[in-house]
Each structure stands twice: as C-alpha cells, then as structure tokens.
C-alpha cells in the first residue's frame, strides 16, 4: 500500500539528503543477494532515523531487529563520541555480512551485533539507553517494550517500525494475529500514562515513544 501519491513520494525522496555510498552499497547487496529486501529501512526512513539519532545524540543505542544493518548506521551516525550501539537479530546468516558492513563504516568500534532472540539476550543488557529502536517480529513488540520500558533513561526515545502494517491497522477485515498485535501495541502506547508518544505516517508507519516517567 502507497500511503502518498508515487509522484509526491518521488519528490519527497529527491528532496531528502541521499545516502552516503556504503549505505548505498548495503542496499543494492542487500536486493540483489538477501530474501526479502523489503525489510530494509531504505534511505527516506534511514535518513528519519539518522536526523532523529543526531538531535538526541545517544550515549546507548538498542536495535531489535538488525537484518543488513542498514538502520543500524544509520541510527549510529547521531551517536556521540562515546557512545555504543548493540543490535540484535536472530538469524545468525547475515552476522558475517553485517559484521563486514560494520567494520567499513566509520563506526566499527561503537557497534556490537548480537546473534539470539531477542527476548533471551535483553535481559542480559544491562544499560540505560537514550534510543531504542524496535524492528523485529510483529509478535513480540509488546514483550520488547516492557522488556525494554525499565531499561530506556527517562527523556529517552522509543521508536517501533510498522506500525501501520500497510494500512490493515484500520482494516476491518483484516483479522490475522500480526495487525491484531499492532493494533494492540499501538492502543497500549496511546494509554501508557508514562510516554509522550506521536505515530508518523512514514512508510509503514513509525510510533515515536518518549519516555517521560517512570
Ligand atoms: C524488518 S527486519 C529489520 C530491518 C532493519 N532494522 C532495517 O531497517 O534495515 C526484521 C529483522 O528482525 C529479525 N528477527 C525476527 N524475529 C526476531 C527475534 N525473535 N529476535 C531477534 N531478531 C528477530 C529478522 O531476522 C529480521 O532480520
């Protein structure tokens, strides 16, 4: 589903900073050798998150849900000197690939890939972290934001990926567990007393969580 108009969405993207080149690189490997490529965030969306990445300039980065590692440079282009990214995925057939994108970024030292699921390897994590970004299976997003909930610094960023699910959200008909689950998710964050949240319409749908309590 399109939610705007191909011919805006072209302007859109022409008007938008373009890529650096091994982002561009990640992207076009990604296409031509990996199944699913439209899992990759892009680089409308992957320069949302860079922008949003450099205003909170984060200390602790978490990405649930690595896949190339194309969002994941590009969250890691806000870190500040000092900061870490951890991103994990749990398909262990991309860790070689990705680890070689990492270490040709600029980055390579600040990012740790975590191979496992993740609703095993966060409870080891033991930070306070300024971003996360939620990215992963439909079906646990709302295990990974209690999991994640006690574990953001108050004033920190929430950010889940497809929210809208092309659109099904407000699909009557559409009855399957994944947009059930989002649904779900995105009426506990609109109740959640804790967060200042706000859901952008850019492409599948982004929820914007900043935690404001305890
Ligand atoms: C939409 S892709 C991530 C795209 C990436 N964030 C980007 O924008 O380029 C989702 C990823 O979540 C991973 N994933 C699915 N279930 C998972 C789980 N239980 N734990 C960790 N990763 C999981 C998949 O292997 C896949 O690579």
Redesign the pocket.
């Known amino acids: 589903m399109e939610f705007i108009d191909s011919n805006l969405d072209k302007y859109v993207v022409e008007h938008t900073s373009i890529e650096n080149d091994l982002l561009k690189k990640i992207q076009r490997e990604t296409h031509l050798n990996v199944l699913q490529p439209r899992?990759?965030?892009g680089p409308f969306q992957g320069k949302f998150l860079s922008l949003i990445s450099s205003l909170v300039q984060p200390e602790k980065i978490l990405?649930?849900?690595?896949?190339?590692?194309?969002?994941a440079l590009c969250l890691a282009e806000g870190l500040s000197k000092s900061g870490t990214l951890i991103t994990?995925?749990?398909?262990d057939e991309?860790e070689e690939r990705v680890k070689g994108y990492f270490q040709e970024s600029s980055f390579s030292d600040q990012l740790t890939l975590m191979i496992g699921?993740?609703?095993s390897i966060i409870p080891q994590l033991e930070h306070d972290f300024d971003l996360v970004?939620i990215?992963?299976?439909k079906k646990?997003y709302i295990n990974y934001y209690k999991e994640i909930f006690p574990k953001v610094k108050v004033g920190g960023l929430i950010i889940a990926?497809n929210v809208l699910w092309s659109g099904k959200v407000v699909d009557q008909n559409a009855q399957d567990p994944d947009t059930q689950l989002l649904r779900d998710f995105n009426l506990m964050i609109q109740n959640d007393a804790r967060v200042s949240n706000i859901l952008l319409p850019i492409r599948d749908g982004l929820m914007l969580v900043r935690k404001i309590s305890n």
């Open positions: 899992m990759l965030s990405e649930i849900g690595t896949y190339t590692g194309y969002s994990i995925d749990i398909n991309l699921p993740a609703l970004f990215d992963a299976d646990n990926d």
